[in-house]
């Protein structure tokens, strides 16, 4: 069975400042990662995805991922956040051979002026 | 143009009265999902459907049914809705296994009084 950890409930941080957001993975078989963000009362958006090759994968609004191996981590990142950027990030994992996409805890990213 | 459409976006209901969530989708996916997220949560997974082949999760309750009539519509019955089942359902498809991405509907909003 595959599962995903969030390490922060909580991530606050300036407005321009770097930020990452920690996720690591267990799975006894090969593995898709995806990192979703969802705003207030809304559904999820998929950010980026990790299927295969390159272990940098680049998402929309400017949001990056490397995907880790040894480490089992799939780390998010942004080299410099905007208010807009304030929502909850959820990684998620599906193994190679099920349906089943399942969800981190997520964390709350708060960005300040 | 909205591709997972989730109906309605709020549902009030009465303790113990059924209700129906319903969700449709217009990109012709095998898999549909219903995932049920608490407040400051993760989404859990409740159950899916690969086409008409119905998979539920060890740990969801009797009190939640789901129907899926056709590849683009799904329901979500809630026999006895009790206080703790308020919460936000969410419908998401995907093409299919492994490396497919899931889309996600806005939501319905439930709540139980």
């Known amino acids: 069975a595959q599962s995903v950890t969030q390490l922060d409930s909580q991530v606050p941080v300036f407005e321009e400042a770097p930020v990452e957001l920690r996720c690591n993975y267990s799975s006894s078989v090969s593995v898709y990662l995806f990192w979703y963000v969802q705003y207030p009362n809304q559904g999820l958006q998929l950010l980026l995805k990790?299927?295969?090759?390159?272990?940098l994968v680049k998402g929309i609004n400017g949001f990056e991922a490397e995907f880790n191996k040894s480490q089992t981590s799939f780390h998010l990142r942004k080299p410099s956040v905007h208010i807009s950027d304030t929502a909850e990030y959820f990684c998620a994992v599906r193994g190679g051979n099920t349906d089943k996409l399942i969800f981190g805890t997520g964390t709350r990213l708060q960005v300040f002026p | 143009d909205a591709m997972v459409i989730q109906n309605p976006r709020y549902q009030v209901t009465q303790f113990g009265k059924p209700v129906t969530l319903s969700c449709s989708q217009t990109l012709n996916h095998n898999v549909m999902y219903w995932y049920q997220q608490k407040s400051s949560q993760a989404p859990k997974l409740l159950f899916h459907y690969y086409d008409k082949d119905f998979n539920n999760e060890a740990d969801t309750p009797d009190n939640f049914q789901s129907r899926r009539p056709n590849t683009s519509f799904c329901f979500l019955d809630i026999r006895s809705p009790g206080l703790g089942d308020a919460a936000m359902y969410l419908c998401?498809?995907?093409?299919?296994?492994?490396?497919?991405?899931?889309?996600f509907g806005q939501g319905t909003r439930l709540t139980v009084v």
């Open positions: 990790y299927l295969s090759g390159s272990t």
């Open positions: 998401a498809t995907s093409r299919g296994r492994g490396a497919a991405e899931a889309f």
